[in-house]
């Protein structure tokens, strides 16, 4: 085989690699990649502060995993950056919809930035669940970054084993 059908044969495994690893991301990321809104002041760039959240990325991975166990259902939502109190959390019919604001925190006010990857703004993030909760008495905590949601199941969902009269 000649050099130039071994360079050919090696970019065509490498592109279909990167086009498979692609696949796989887009499968596992679809409901985690999260639209954030940077401008509420309609449009306006007033600050240096809206300057930046126009540059940056409007979109962000917020992934979540979910379990489930006889009697609730839980949520790990990776969200970080965020204080406890920008979130709104509601549940509607087995979709709970997260929803919330990053805020921009810079430390530096001088010089510039080449790379502006992190998403700031306000969002909703939709995660399906198994079954219908009992949201009244849902609790949720956020700590490094990671926002807990335990969600107790209605009555009609929870498991129950029958016994059997003889």
Known sequence: MSTLAEIGDGLERAWDSIADGWRQLRQKATHALTRFKPLSSEGKLETAEDVFLQRGSRWGLLA???SESDSEVNV??????????KFDIHVVGKVLVV????????????????VLEC???????????????????ATASYRRGVLHMTLPKKAAARARRIEVQY
């Open 64 to 66: 979540a995993d979910v």
């Open 99 to 114: 929803r919330g604001e990053k805020q921009v925190q810079r430390a530096q006010t001088e010089g510039r930035f080449y």
């Open 76 to 85: 790990r939502l990776e969200a970080p950056g965020l204080e406890a109190d």
């Open 119 to 137: 998403a700031y703004g306000s969002f909703e993030r939709a995660v399906p669940l198994p079954v219908e909760v009992d949201e009244s008495a």
